[in-house]
């Protein structure tokens, strides 16, 4: 049973992750991130909770060394994927570029 704090902060995670879709920049993917990660692009990394234990630990190391925020979605990677507004999974994500949305100053 999921409690309504944890569902209004999944809802307000939700919208602002829709809001940098509509309008910042973006990667999809574990091999995308990485990259972003890696050259510095990244500005947060978004990675759900039933990304696999090696690759999740891979991302938040990566991202200590580049000084990237990361944030554990709560929801699954068919969760992630529904609310970047895409009809495929997705495991992990990062933001290049948040657009007018605050996504970042809250995380």
Partial sequence: MVSKKQKKAQESINARLA???????YTLGYKSTLKAIRNGE???VIISNNCP???????????ILSKTG????????IDLGS????????S???????????????Q
């Fill in 19 to 25: 809001l940098v879709v509509k309008s910042g920049k």
């Fill in 42 to 44: 990244a500005k947060l």
């Fill in 92 to 106: 992990t994500l990062s933001i290049t570029d948040p657009g007018d949305s605050d996504i970042i100053r809250e």
């Fill in 83 to 90: 609310a970047c507004g895409r009809y495929f999974r997705c």
């Fill in 53 to 63: 234990p090696l690759r999740k630990s891979e991302i938040e190391y990566y991202a």
């Fill in 70 to 77: 990361v944030h554990h979605y709560s929801g699954n990677n």
